[in-house]
């Protein structure tokens, strides 16, 4: 699987967007990029994914780019709930033997 | 719906001792995963069940076992324990035998060795 790098930690306004940037320059052409949120003490959460077309679901978009080497998570009016660590993470498709490999994410602070 | 629910939510156990954490799936979920989340190291895989058989295994002792059962539920013993095994341990289902990647996980067990 293609190793992902974040930075450790962002902070953003209230209502504003929250951008979490993630390289992948090692990505295949068969690995997407999944997004997970775990807030402190809770379990984490699925947020989205893609191959290589933008995403957007209810919670959030996902913009590839065009090479593929690097993706950012974008939450388009964060709310203090929003606070919370984002993982990117890069997954064969098919079969991955039911494995996601975290690494340290990226903290995310939303301030009033 | 009811989510992935796991069961103790806290469990306190001593050095040797065997510890059991329960997962149940959310319904019509025919995966579970299960997922440590020690202090400083992060999350890491421990073990995929589907229907009933083990699917894979993560880098762990063999004292790290499970099972699932006929319901898809499931057990996670850890043998032995050791004061590194103190984590929260997550549970997460999934609705497929092919894994996607979109996993639903649970609130998780925290379990503490002393």
């Known amino acids: 699987d293609a190793k992902t790098t974040q930075p450790p930690s962002m902070d953003c306004a209230e209502g504003r967007a929250a951008n979490l940037p993630c390289n992948h320059s090692?990505?295949?052409?068969?690995?997407?990029v999944y997004w997970y949120r775990q807030i402190h003490s809770q379990g984490p959460q699925y947020i989205i994914h893609?191959?290589?077309n933008n995403e957007t679901n209810e919670m959030a978009s996902l913009i590839i780019t065009e090479d593929r080497k690097s993706s950012t998570l974008i939450l388009p009016h964060a709310t203090l709930r929003d606070t919370a660590v984002y993982y990117c993470?890069?997954?064969?498709?098919?079969?991955?033997?039911?494995?996601?490999?975290f690494g340290q994410g990226t903290i995310l602070t939303v301030h009033p | 719906e009811a989510g992935v629910t796991q069961s103790p939510t806290h469990l306190i156990k001593t050095r040797g001792q065997q510890a059991t954490l329960r997962c149940s799936p959310i319904?019509?979920?025919?995966?579970v995963y299960w997922y440590q989340q020690a202090l400083g190291l992060g999350l890491q895989f421990l073990l995929w069940y589907d229907e009933g058989e083990e699917r894979n295994r993560g880098n762990f002792p063999p004292r790290f076992s499970g099972r699932q059962f006929p319901n898809y539920s499931s057990e996670l013993n850890v043998n032995a324990l050791e004061l590194e095994d103190s984590a929260l341990y997550l549970c997460a289902s999934s609705s497929v035998g092919q894994f996607t990647g979109e996993l639903f996980f649970g609130e998780g067990s925290r379990l503490t060795v002393l």
């Open positions: 993470i890069a997954l064969p498709g098919g079969t991955s033997y039911g494995k996601l490999t």
């Open positions: 319904s019509g979920h025919t995966s």
């Open positions: 893609g191959l290589k």
């Open positions: 090692t990505i295949s052409g068969n690995e997407y």
